[in-house]
């Protein structure tokens, strides 16, 4: 594999742990401004030096991501369709190779819609990116896409993960099922988990543990994160799991601690963080963010 192409992956998912914490917070290329996602500025800040990589469109990059974040982008690059359309899965590619190395982007995301109407041009497109992304060494994350009339069994899952793969995907993401470990073991390529609808705290969690233990890399997760009424909380609780080898009792004993603290109250008083888990990477201290001097994506201000 090219150093580059290599390189790009080592920022998605980790090489000294093979796991993967992504932030989605893509979803107003179709949804608009969805529920708790209305301004991505302020959910993004608080939260990007908790993920490893962050999901999202250009438009949501430039203006809503300060550029000295060290934190790399995985680029949404297909689009086309709109909740209230007619067919979501008409989708095509959105943003050129060009656009997508002066964002800088570290992967190229699209969704195919394997079994829908549009899937051949979707499968097509995927194929078409992977060839076009490769040439400047930039990996391709598969989308899986579920609907309505779409499966969400392993059944179903297995195959269009299987054929993201078989079309060059160097990752793929895909959502949590009964049997997850038959979906996983019949990809040739990681897999990464979506959150999907939002769930309880304690649900998200399992879903992330389960994951995992299934046979994921990890999550790229965002409803359950940014619509949690805690998000920095949620997303370090979900940190212990990837990174820190947390189970669910404790991620959730976390999430409700940190959840709980008011840090600021008072003043002077050192924020109370979960000690590190030994022999782990700290999941509790993540990369540092640049301080820009803009509202929080230095040290962001907790609100929780
Ligand atoms: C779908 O719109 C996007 O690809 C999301 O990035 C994906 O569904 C993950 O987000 P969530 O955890 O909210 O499902």
Redesign the pocket.
């Known amino acids: 594999m090219d150093w580059g192409l290599q390189n790009r992956i080592a920022g998605i998912i980790n090489p000294q742990n093979n796991r993967a914490l992504m932030l989605?917070?893509?979803?107003g290329?179709?949804?608009g401004p969805t529920e708790k996602l209305e301004n991505p500025t302020k959910v993004i800040a608080p939260l990007l030096k908790y993920c490893d990589s962050l999901?999202l469109t250009r438009g949501v990059q430039r203006a809503c991501v300060p550029a000295a974040t060290r934190t790399p982008m995985v680029l949404?690059v297909s689009g086309g369709s709109s909740i209230i359309g007619e067919d979501l899965s008409q989708e095509d590619i959105t943003v050129s190779i060009q656009d997508a190395l002066r964002l800088n982007a570290s992967a190229l995301?699209m969704?195919i819609f394997v079994g829908s109407k549009y899937e051949h041009q979707t499968i097509v497109n995927l194929g078409k990116l992977v060839g076009d992304a490769q040439q400047y060494g930039i990996p391709v994350l598969a989308?899986t896409?579920v609907g309505k009339e779409l499966g969400k069994d392993a059944r179903y899952l297995s195959l269009a993960c299987r054929i993201a793969a078989e079309q060059g995907a160097h990752i793929v993401?895909t959502y949590y099922c009964e049997n997850f470990e038959k979906v996983a073991d019949s990809c040739p390529v990681p897999i990464i988990v979506?959150?999907?609808?939002k769930i309880p705290e304690r649900d998200a969690l399992e879903l992330t543990y389960n994951s995992i233990k299934g046979g994921a890399v990890g999550?790229?997760?965002?409803?359950?994160?940014w619509q949690s009424e805690h998000p920095v909380a949620m997303i370090r609780a979900v940190r212990s799991i990837v990174h820190g080898n947390s189970d669910v009792e404790r991620a959730y004993e976390m999430y409700k601690k940190l959840s709980s603290e008011r840090p600021g109250k008072r003043p002077g008083a050192k924020p109370n963080i979960p000690r590190p888990i030994p022999n782990t990477p700290d999941p509790g201290n993540p990369r540092p963010e640049i301080n820009t001097g803009s509202t929080s994506a230095g040290s962001p201000p907790d609100t929780i």
Not at 24 to 27: C, Q, R, S, W
Not at 194 to 197: C, E, L, P, Q
Not at 219 to 225: A, F, H, Q, T, Y
Request: aromatic share 8%.
């Open positions: 989605a917070v893509d979803h290329y179709f949804l999901m949404r995301a969704s989308v896409a993401k979506a959150g999907g609808k999550v790229d997760m965002g409803r359950n994160i």
